[in-house]
């Protein structure tokens, strides 16, 4: 009873989370702006990857318990619940900081070294941007 409890527990947040998102995706395709779709897009990429982490925490779980109870021992499988936990406690951020652009530029600045773009070469740009959608008006 209690398996079929979890079992169905999982497969509605599953099924909660496919629906959500598809309605999430409904929405962005409604914006008008590309440059806030994109954004939204990546938003959504990054809530999805890490709706989906709980996926390795029950993997972990489950290792866990197949030793646990005695199907199999195994030192792999007592270790996999600590593998699991450290892997959803690295990768969740990672997800953030190379999905969300200003995250990764930021990140790129940082670990490459590259310059940050200067006052005067953002007002080129942003002037730049303006006399183009002035010309498209």
Known sequence: ARRDC?????????????????RLVAMISELGS??????????????????LLPVCMAFGC????????????????????????????????????TVLRPYRRFVQQLCFCAPKPSVDSQSDEHSRKRSTRVATI
């Open 34 to 51: 590309v440059a806030e779709r994109s954004r939204q897009q990546a938003i959504l990429r990054s809530l999805t990857a890490q709706a």
């Open 6 to 22: 979890v079992r169905n527990l999982l497969l509605a947040s599953l099924g909660a989370t496919s629906a959500l998102r598809a």
């Open 62 to 97: 489950s290792c866990f318990l197949i030793d646990f109870v005695g199907v199999y021992h195994s030192m792999y499988l007592q270790c996999a619940m600590h593998i699991a936990c450290c892997i959803f406690a690295l990768v969740s951020p990672l997800i953030t900081l």
